[in-house]
């Protein structure tokens, strides 16, 4: 059984970054595809980010493309999710999750899918002045 905990969040002032981490356990994290998502409380879950595990290609939501980074640390067994030029509309609980499949879903319209399958406990980002 996979599992997920991800770290990383915290206090962070507009225009900083964050690097967020997310440790699995139980399985390889070059098995399948890997997601980041977020969301905020009375709001649905958006999906930010996913690296597939066929050949680490990446997908990005418009919301955070061009400002993040998501990568996969096989030794470490661990993803993470640099994100920079943080504005306060990023305030949210951000999610590490999996499908349990190799590939991403595809980008719609600037939106990415988000991962139902497994996550973690998530680790808060709040972006203020």
């Known amino acids: 059984q996979v599992q997920l905990v991800e770290s990383g969040g915290g206090v962070v002032q507009p225009g900083g970054s964050l690097r967020l981490s997310c440790v699995a356990s139980?399985?390889?994290?070059?098995?399948?595809?890997l997601s980041w998502f977020r969301q905020v409380p009375g709001k649905e879950r958006e999906g930010l980010a996913c690296?597939?595990?066929?050949?680490?290609?990446?997908y990005y939501a418009d919301s955070v493309a061009g400002r993040s980074t998501i990568t996969r640390d096989d030794a470490k067994n661990s993803l993470f999710l640099q994100i920079d030029r943080l504005k306060p509309e990023d305030t949210a609980v951000y999610y590490c999750?999996?499908?349990?499949?190799?590939?991403?879903?595809?980008?719609?319209?600037?939106?990415?899918?988000?991962?139902?399958?497994?996550w973690g406990q998530g680790t808060r980002v709040t972006v203020s002045s």
């Open positions: 999750g999996s499908d349990r499949r190799t590939y991403c879903s595809p980008l719609r319209e600037g939106k990415l899918d988000y991962p139902r399958d497994i």
């Open positions: 139980g399985r390889s994290v070059d098995d399948y595809a």
């Open positions: 690296i597939d595990s066929i050949n680490d290609r990446t």
